[in-house]
């Protein structure tokens, strides 16, 4: 199979996932590479062209051991028809448990045929100086590792006479999916700190689910906030902040127990 353009489909708060995804189109080589970012809620009502002539690399971040649960309705948007793809899955330093299997089955659905999967580390959104959590992730070895999942893949796909000869991959995980419960963190958001803000409209431009309003004073729609941080890590005065007793039991808890370096699974 000839490899002239890859598209780049991801759902990324806070831009890890877009980086690893550019380090495999990079080492892909291909001669077009164009990018469907469905992180913002205009992606909602996106229609998409059918996409077959093409490799497709999707991306997502990991939460709570599943694909981002904002990411699957605008994933479902996207249209295929045996078409080559990648899943990929970025997670801050804990564990994917069942999001790259989730994240292929869902390509499978939707028509697309995965010939490989992986899963990149990238800066925890809870991530701090004082709470490190793979903290300035991917680094430069992260995007080395990710151009040489896409040279792999190039070779792959390049050797294969037609995408009828992809089978399906073996990738970790289980099922039933690890069970979503969010129940404690119902209602937690990120909140802002009114003496600091200059309601310069950083985190309402940036919020994926539009949980943010500006008005002569900044407002989060708590039932919406889906804890990405975006508006905490962009925010250009810093006040923007998580400080629920919960969520700081959680993160604590993180940062103590996963401070070993995890490498890409490929």
């Known amino acids: 199979m000839k490899l002239n353009t890859v598209k780049l489909a991801y759902f990324s708060p806070t831009k890890t996932t877009m980086k690893i995804l550019e380090g495999i189109a990079e080492g892909l080589g291909a001669e077009t590479v164009q990018h469907i970012d469905l992180t913002l809620p205009e992606a909602d009502a ?124 073996d990738l970790p995980g289980d099922t039933p999916y690890i069970d979503r419960d969010r129940s404690a963190l119902a209602e937690k958001a990120a909140r802002t700190l009114d003496e600091t803000c200059t309601l310069c409209g950083t985190c309402e431009s940036l919020c994926p689910v539009g949980a943010i309003t500006i008005e002569d004073v900044v407002k989060t729609d708590n039932l919406a906030c889906i804890l990405c941080n975006a508006c905490v890590k962009s925010c250009p005065e810093g006040a923007r902040v998580v400080d629920d007793p919960t969520i700081n039991k959680i993160v604590n808890w993180v940062s103590k127990n996963y401070q070993a370096r995890q490498e890409p699974l490929r």
Do not use: C
């Open 46 to 169: 996106t229609r998409q062209d059918a996409m077959q002539d093409e490799l497709v690399l999707l991306g997502v971040p990991v939460y709570e051991g599943r694909v981002a649960k904002t990411a699957i309705p605008r994933l479902q948007r996207l249209k295929a028809d045996k078409t080559p793809a990648v899943v990929v899955v970025v997670y801050g330093n804990r564990a994917f448990e069942d999001a790259l299997l989730e994240l292929s089955d869902i390509a499978w659905e939707l028509g697309f045929f995965p010939v490989a999967g992986g899963a990149f580390i990238g800066e925890h959104a809870f991530a701090s100086e004082t709470r490190p959590m793979a903290n300035g992730r991917p680094d430069t070895e992260d995007i080395a590792k990710a151009k040489e999942f896409g040279s792999g893949i190039r070779a792959k796909v390049e050797g294969m006479a037609s995408i009828d000869e992809a089978s399906r991959i």
